[in-house]
């Protein structure tokens, strides 16, 4: 079950190795319960493992991905994008207002976009961001191949529990896939619950905090200050961010126009509170031999005091279909082992991807990714 795991097993030949303290300690993620069943799961979190973009020697991964904040080029970009995120009202009072055609209403058609100038430059940059009277921060990534002259999609990337933004920069399979098209990405990091950096959906695993107005005001922030495309804003995540992935479908699809959640289902306790603004495709991940969180769902205890139970692989797509008013049956798996209902609401897909055997694995962001840009919000 997701929720104390951050990454162990990803990627075929990693799945003995998955539970790696040496990723969660030069990730940064937390060990706090390290010494239980619970922990070994948690130390999995910052376990950079994927199955198309890291491995076990993901400590390396963290330690490069940490450098890259303090060598010599990024301390420029740092403070660039920093200057530009906690000035965001004057960069978008000297654009006129123009700026924040991204605006941070996500789904509303507020015209063409402005792109601020100057352009963020490329990195990755720690930045805070004020919800209510929190301080919130997430990692920015800005691609080499971003230049801020048009619009790009803007994809947030949530770690698992007793994970960071940093590992999750680190461990990510995304950026291989979207770096090549300029897209902005975020790493947010979760406040810390029972079993380290976590998000509330509603039963787990983090209390008295609204994450989802975080998200929100990190996408409206972000939008501020880099050229985003409003209508193509993804939220994607491992595990527990999965999970909380699957939230941000249920209470945010005016802002998010898919998600791809991996390793993670929706719950019983939650899935009542489920009703999304509009359509929204959902792609999900998830691995027969996911022994953290069962393929066929059930209860978990892995978050002291907060048990939840999960749907399973199959309840979780055919809830989503549900709610799509997706018409017939899913397709049979293809060669990713992909099952689609295709003849859903304003155009959406409900896709279920299984890996055969594996463990509690990363998705594949080959396959996410193509899905995910094709869809926008209306």
């Not at 924040?100 to 507020?110: C, I, L, Q, R």
Request: charged residues 20%.
């Amino acid at each position: 079950m997701e929720t104390a795991s951050d990454g162990e097993t990803a990627g075929d030949d990693q799945e003995e190795s998955g539970e790696s303290d040496e990723a969660d300690d030069s990730a940064g993620s937390s060990e706090a319960t390290e010494a239980s069943a619970e922990s070994t799961a948690e130390s999995e979190s910052s376990s950079s493992s994927t199955n198309a973009e890291a491995t076990d020697e993901s400590t390396s991964e963290a330690e490069s991905s940490s450098s890259a904040n303090t060598s010599a080029g990024s301390p420029t970009s740092n403070e660039d994008t920093t200057t530009a995120s906690e000035g965001a009202d004057t960069t978008a009072d000297g654009e006129s207002g123009e700026s924040s055609s991204a605006e941070g209403s996500g789904g509303e058609d507020t015209g063409p976009v402005t792109c601020p100038s100057p352009a963020l430059s490329p990195g990755d940059t720690t930045v805070n961001v004020q919800v209510g009277s929190a301080n919130r921060s997430y990692i920015l990534h800005v691609p080499a191949t971003y230049d801020g002259t048009s619009p790009v999609p803007l994809v947030v990337d949530f770690h698992p529990l007793g994970g960071s933004g940093q590992a999750e920069r680190s461990a990510s399979p995304y950026p291989a896939q979207t770096d090549p098209e300029g897209v902005i990405m975020a790493f947010p990091n979760g406040l810390s619950g029972p079993s380290g950096g976590a998000w509330n959906v509603g039963p787990c695993c983090v209390a008295d905090t609204d994450d989802v107005a975080f998200a929100r005001a990190l996408v409206a922030q972000i939008q501020e200050t880099a050229c985003i495309d409003p209508k193509r804003i993804y939220a994607v995540g491992f595990s527990m961010g999965g999970g909380f992935s699957h939230y941000l479908a249920c209470h945010a699809a005016d802002v998010f126009a898919a998600v791809a959640p991996a390793a993670f289902d929706l719950l019983e306790e939650n899935v009542g509170d489920c009703n999304p603004a509009r359509p929204v495709t959902v792609v999900s991940f998830r691995s027969t031999g996911d022994f953290l969180v069962p393929y066929d769902g059930g209860f978990s205890s892995v978050v002291s005091g907060m048990p939840i139970t999960f749907l399973g692989a199959q309840g979780t797509h055919e809830a989503w279909a549900e709610r799509n008013q997706c018409s017939g049956s899913p397709s049979a798996e293809d060669a990713n082992g992909c099952s689609t209902y295709s003849d859903c609401a304003d155009g959406t897909e409900v896709v279920l991807c299984t890996r055969q055997g594996g463990g509690h694995d990363y998705g594949d962001a080959s396959v996410g990714w193509p899905i995910l840009r094709e869809h926008s919000l209306p």
